[in-house]
């Protein structure tokens, strides 16, 4: 049985060693192909839209590149892992989606340029030193809501809206940054944040029931738990008759009136031409600005917007994309 | 090779998490659930230490003891309240997760601008001195009155008591060295990511359980004293197939799949093709006796 | 010397279920004898053994060994001057560890557990000398681990861990019911003749009315918690001992 142990011992550091010296430095076919490494951190809808939208913005501009995509499932220690393994393969770039997915990509290297994307604040999370000056190795694009455009809605739905709700994840630093600076520049729309945090997602339909009567709206910021009962959150608020806005158009798919936000799919398309900026122009990214999303788009929920027996003819509602 | 150094190097941080969770699991026979709170525990405490401008050394020390409390917590609530150890090793767990979020007021902390004790030199050498200092120590200690008498607790209650002992003050004791243990792993790999995260405790009861299920199959010469190294190998050996198994690009939505079979292929092994490793056995008769050492060669051992 | 006082003990208290196993109790234990205690299921003797070893906590009355109130102390306070062989040979050894370690933990009993080394290499002639007396073999396996001894060596290790200390009194708890006959016998033997060795106080439950007289100096026979025999062993023979249980016996199935 020793003789086992010590035969399956020697198979795997042979293995080991075949593969760490076959993927060692990784040739590209021709001058123009880059080998691009995808480190995404968990397996979800935003994430995965921020993926495809990086993949086809590349396509669209033309960059020939070999896609490592790998995900560490929700696990950190992964993240170093896959981070480590692109260094090792001598990626022409890494594209990681998500803060700690980011920061693992960031500890592992700091000669090959890192994109991110799906970060809410990279000041904060030390990525950058500054939105207009990264510095360094690192940039990207944030996901940062523009929230204020989304809680103007609020007043311009109904002027008696003051208390407005919000569910968030305590696990999430994008969410305590997005609570917070809903709670900022709230006073200045004349509105009042009252917030409700949960670490379960169980928790939801207490956290719900808990506020509903201390609130006249809801507002739901990008937010993975959150995004996963939507439509709890939806009919909920429904139910109750109090109007909804949401930070991102998977929301309103969901049942959640109306939204004027970011697109994952768009910010990766974005990333993209960063991409091109620093692959094919040459740019280090400590030159350039992170940049939030620059096209929002104002989209609602027919079908929540005839349960809340609201106008469809109201000012909000033209221009914007309607779904079922 | 920084994939095999990765892999080797968290092996080593998580060979310490699996050395603490060994004293409850093995040891005590006691599933203490809390570490998955108590892990990113450590972390968390380190980075309130380093931000407080203490040296990383002295950080990652004092991680580890206040990290040690945590063990002192699910002890107070199995012993004075009557919980059953395995429901108060969840409820440490999910009152860790409030203080972790306290204890700095942010769920995800970067440590990009602090030092580490990795600066020491290179982060495999100090993480190899650190495992086997650790590994050390716990040796040491489990050939003690008290380390002996912890792993009669976990054994035998009754001989314990027949002693004039309780047990309770060992599984504290226990407890507390365990979740120390886990809380420096917690701290180790903050250092090593770079960042703290409040989901950093994750599965981590996955891999420190894999890490002695496999250290289980290594040389199964059933003297404590091995035990301490053949966990750590069993970390080791389960990140570097972690990390072959990312290394040959698989698809990412099989890897949580693929470390699972690596478990139970190992658990199998262990099962079908070593009899069941039982750790109280119920072996039986002179024949089973294969150690007659002589007293002399005995007294020279001790 | 033992002295059991007005001891009460009920079970299920204050409900419809409630046992009254001891109503104002009495006894004394003889020094350096060895006491029998037999009878029916039922009858109190194991209940005895934990009032004594303070496994159970008596709802009234007095504990004395030696002239010291033990009543109050804990099972663990109580097991430094008491010592206890289990009907379990499991019970009284720890598995994983070896012989020389579970003697050394023995050895320890009373002196306090710190951080000091557990084995010390210059007691283990005089370990070796206990086990030798028993006559098994154990002190060639000194580094073997108990869960690979048999029953009767795991009882025969557990003896000689109750005794080391010279216990104030020793507590036999039906050691042998769970050994076949012949290892049963030899155990008994090896148990009697440290007893006589080193004189110690001893009670010794049996169901075994044989052993009862054989080994020990005085039987006590006990049903529904009360003294209904209590003769020296030499007065009595086997057929009177099965003649008042089976009596008894009819007295409980006519109820």
């Known amino acids: 049985m020793k003789k086992f142990s010590s035969v399956i011992l020697l198979v795997m550091v042979a293995v080991v060693l075949f593969t760490g010296c076959s993927s060692g430095q990784v040739k590209a076919e021709d001058e123009n192909t880059f080998e691009i490494g995808i480190l995404q951190l968990a397996e979800h809808p935003a994430l995965d839209d921020a993926r495809r939208g990086f993949e086809e913005g590349l396509k669209e501009l033309g960059i020939e590149a070999n896609i490592h995509y790998q995900n560490a499932s929700g696990e950190i220690p992964n993240t170093v892992t896959i981070a480590n393994k692109f260094v090792s393969d001598g990626v022409d770039l890494i594209y990681a989606i998500a803060t700690p997915a980011a920061q693992s990509a960031k500890q592992a290297t700091s000669d090959i340029p890192v994109l991110f994307s799906a970060v809410t604040d990279p000041v904060e999370s030390e990525l950058v030193a500054s939105m207009d000056n990264p510095g360094g190795n690192v940039t990207g694009t944030s996901d940062m809501s523009p929230m204020d455009k989304q809680l103007e809605l609020f007043k311009a739905l109904d002027e008696r809206i003051e208390n407005v709700g919000i569910i968030f994840n305590t696990g999430e630093p994008n969410s305590h940054i997005q609570v917070e600076f809903a709670k900022k520049i709230a006073p200045t729309l004349g509105l009042n944040i009252v917030e409700v945090g949960i670490n379960n997602i169980n928790d939801i339909p207490l956290a719900l029931d808990s506020i509903i009567n201390k609130v006249d709206a809801l507002y739901t910021i990008t937010d993975n738990m959150v995004a996963s009962s939507i439509s709890l959150v939806a009919n909920k608020a429904i139910e109750n008759g109090l109007i909804t806005v949401g930070a991102e158009s998977a929301h309103i798919d969901g049942g959640i009136l109306i939204t004027d936000g970011i697109s994952y799919y768009e910010l990766g398309k974005q990333t993209a031409r960063m991409a091109k900026e620093i692959l094919v122009v040459g740019k280090s990214p400590a030159d350039i600005p992170v940049e939030t999303a620059k096209n929002t788009s104002t989209v609602y929920n027919e079908e929540t917007l005839k349960l809340l027996n609201l106008d469809e003819d109201h000012e909000v509602f033209k221009n914007a994309s309607k779904i079922q | ?302 | ?255």
């Open chain 3, 1 to 255: 010397m033992l002295r059991i006082r007005n001891l009460s003990k009920s079970f299920n208290k204050g409900t419809e279920n409630q046992v009254d196993i001891f109503t104002n109790f009495n006894l004394t234990i003889e020094k350096n004898k060895c006491t029998a205690i037999i009878g029916p299921n039922g009858c109190g003797k194991s209940t005895l053994l934990n009032l004594i070893s303070g496994t159970f906590k008596a709802d009234d009355g007095q504990i004395l060994l030696n002239d010291k109130d033990i009543s109050n102390l804990t099972e663990e306070k109580r097991a430094l001057f008491i010592g206890r062989v289990h009907q379990d040979p499991s019970m009284g050894v720890s598995p994983t560890l070896t012989i020389l370690e579970n003697m050394s933990l023995a050895d320890k009993k009373g002196e306090g557990f710190s951080l000091r080394r557990l084995v010390n290499k210059d007691r283990i002639p005089k370990y070796v000398e206990l086990l030798k007396d028993l006559d098994l073999g154990l002190e060639n396996k000194l580094n073997t681990q108990v869960k690979y001894l048999s029953g009767g060596q795991r009882q025969s290790l557990s003896l000689l861990m109750a005794t080391m200390k010279f216990p104030d009194l020793l507590l036999l708890d039906e050691h042998t019911a769970a050994l076949d006959p012949k290892t049963s016998h030899v155990v008994m033997m090896k148990t009697k003749e440290l007893i006589e060795k080193y004189k110690m106080t001893t009670i010794f439950i049996s169901h075994n009315m044989r052993d009862a007289i054989q080994y020990s100096d005085r039987v006590i026979m006990l049903d529904q918690g009360q003294v209904i025999l209590d003769k020296a062993s030499k007065e009595l023979t086997e057929e009177e001992l099965m003649d008042i249980y089976r009596r008894k016996l009819d007295e409980h199935l006519l109820h």
């Open chain 2, 1 to 302: 090779m920084k994939l095999l150094l990765t892999s080797v190097e968290q092996g080593l941080i998580f060979g310490i998490l699996a050395m603490g969770v060994f004293i409850t699991y093995k040891i005590l026979d006691m599933a203490d659930l809390s570490v998955e709170g108590t892990f990113p525990f450590g972390a968390f405490l380190f980075a309130k230490f380093i931000s407080l401008g203490i040296n990383p050394i002295l950080s990652t020390l004092l991680a580890c003891l206040f990290g040690s409390l945590a063990g002192l917590l699910t002890t107070l609530l199995f012993t004075q309240l009557k919980i059953r150890p395995i429901l108060a090793g969840i409820l440490t767990m999910t009152i860790l997760y409030s203080v972790n979020l306290k204890i700095n007021g942010r769920s995800n902390i970067p440590l990009f601008d602090y030092d580490s004790v990795f600066d020491l030199g290179s982060t495999l050498l100090v993480l190899i001195i650190i495992a086997l200092l650790v590994k050390v120590l716990l040796d040491l200690f489990l050939k003690t009155e008290t380390g002996y008498l912890l792993i009669a607790t976990g054994d035998n209650e009754a001989l314990v008591k027949s002693l004039g002992e309780n047990c309770n003050k060992y599984k504290l004791i226990g407890l507390m060295i365990a979740n120390g243990l886990v809380a420096l792993s917690g701290a180790l790999m903050a250092q090593h990511q770079g960042f703290v995260d409040i989901t950093m405790g994750a599965s981590i009861i996955v891999v420190a359980l894999a890490s002695i299920i496999i250290g289980d199959t290594i040389k199964k010469k059933s003297s404590l004293l091995k035990s301490t190294t053949r966990v750590i190998i069993g970390a080791i050996i389960y990140k570097i197939i972690g990390g072959i198994a990312i290394d040959l690009g698989l698809n990412p939505d099989d890897l949580k799949a693929v470390n699972a079979f690596i478990v139970i292929a190992f658990i199998a092994y262990n099962n079908v093709a070593l009899d069941l490793f039982k750790f109280n056995g119920k072996g039986g008769g002179v024949k089973n006796v294969t150690n007659t050492q002589p007293v002399q060669e005995l007294q020279q051992r001790y």
